[in-house]
């Protein structure tokens, strides 16, 4: 299972919105509608932002959203704030009981 | 607060074994399936295997990196979790972490232990 594809790096400026890509396949992203967000920052471990591709955890600010669209998911950071700034990695289901992760995109508030 | 604290981490030599523990409390611990992801330093997650509940009669999986080699378990009655490692490589030097499955999702996660794999 080969890890879903995430741009290594965004940036954006304090208040202006930023996307984050994930790409897969027919096998994972675009075949269930089990994408989940995460967001790591540095020495600290992951936390859930997203699930099941737009939903978010209680306590996660709606700054942050999530869409899918055939083999690409996506997350969305609205006004940017500089606590924002971490690693963001992308989770698929890819069937089998079997799931796969993006490389990680480190997000900078400029 | 529902937790998981993760127990076990070291040095170990190539070929040899680990045992790493997972330690909840503050949720249904024997409701829930937990997972075990790695990281090793400076690079992305990786999907170690999961064990799921009583309910759906604690079935295991794992990733094809790791399956034959490591072996997930339980002790509803510890509330504990457990990865044990067998026949370890240089690659399975990582963070390992235990987080709960929600939803095919990971809501919580412990802090991490390092195991590192050299001679």
């Known amino acids: 299972q080969s890890a879903l594809t995430q741009p290594p790096s965004a940036s954006g400026s304090p208040g202006q919105s930023v996307t984050i890509s994930c790409t897969g396949t027919?096998?994972?992203?675009?075949?269930?509608?089990?994408v989940s967000w995460y967001q790591q920052h540095p020495g600290k471990a992951p936390k859930l932002i997203i699930y099941?591709?737009?939903k978010r955890p209680s306590g996660v600010p709606d700054r942050f959203s999530g869409s899918k669209s055939g083999y690409t998911a996506s997350l969305t950071v609205s006004g940017l704030q500089a606590e924002d700034e971490a690693d963001y990695y992308c989770?698929?289901?890819?069937?089998?009981?079997?799931?796969?992760f993006g490389g990680g995109t480190k997000l900078t508030v400029l | 607060e529902a937790q998981l604290v993760e127990s076990g981490g070291g040095l170990v030599q190539p070929g040899g074994s680990q045992k790493l523990s997972c330690a909840a409390s503050?949720?249904?611990?024997?409701?829930?399936?937990i997972l075990w992801v790695r990281q090793a330093s400076g690079k992305g997650l990786e999907w170690v295997g999961r064990?799921?509940?009583?309910?759906?009669?604690?079935?295991?999986e794992y990733a094809a990196s790791v399956k034959g080699r490591f072996t997930i378990s339980r002790d509803d009655s510890e509330n504990t979790a457990y990865l044990q490692m067998n026949s370890l490589k240089t690659e399975d030097t990582a963070i390992y972490y235990c987080?709960?499955?929600?939803?095919?999702?990971?809501?919580?996660w412990g802090q991490g232990t390092v195991v590192t794999v050299s001679s």
């Open positions: 987080t709960r499955g929600l939803e095919l999702a990971f809501d919580i």
């Open positions: 503050g949720f249904i611990f024997s409701g829930s399936a």
């Open positions: 064990i799921r509940s009583k309910r759906n009669n604690y079935a295991t």
């Open positions: 027919s096998s994972d992203v675009g075949g269930y509608s089990y």
């Open positions: 099941e591709v737009s």
């Open positions: 989770c698929s289901y890819a069937g089998s009981n079997n799931f796969v």
